[in-house]
Nanobody, 113 residues
Framework: VQLQASGGGLVQAGGSLTLSCEASGNTLNINVMGWYRQAPGNERELVAV??????TTYADSVKGRFTISGDGRRMVHLQMNSLKPEDTTIYYC?????????WGQGTLVTVSS
């Protein structure tokens, strides 16, 4: 499974950005897709994921501000609203399934105050 992420960039606090991720390869084995983020010196943490049944999970820090959508197998989108400077970091697309998991390349989100 290969993951191609897009989106990200620079935005002012309070603004919005959308991240997208498309899976290719043996996507039939994918059960969950979503986004994680990792700041320097910190562990990678879950932001939001969606499974093939449409069930979603969000980190408490983004609930009410971020919305994940997609089919959980081939494409996911992360709509990020009301962005805060503390959301600044690298975001990674993830796909989880029977083989374990795969990561996409990181995409940088920078929120200026």
């Amino acid at each position: 499974v290969q993951l191609q992420a897009s989106g990200g960039g620079l935005v002012q606090a309070g603004g919005s950005l959308t991240l997208s991720c498309e899976a290719s390869g043996n996507t039939l084995n994918i059960n969950v897709m979503g986004w994680y983020r990792q700041a320097p010196g910190n562990e990678r943490e879950l932001v939001a994921v969606i499974n093939t049944g449409g069930m979603t999970t969000y980190a408490d820090s983004v609930k009410g501000r971020f919305t994940i959508s997609g089919d959980g197998r081939r494409m996911v989108h992360l709509q990020m609203n009301s962005l805060k400077p503390e959301d600044t970091t690298i975001y990674y697309c993830a796909a989880l399934g029977s083989w374990g998991g795969s990561w996409g390349q990181g995409t940088l989100v920078t929120v200026s105050s």
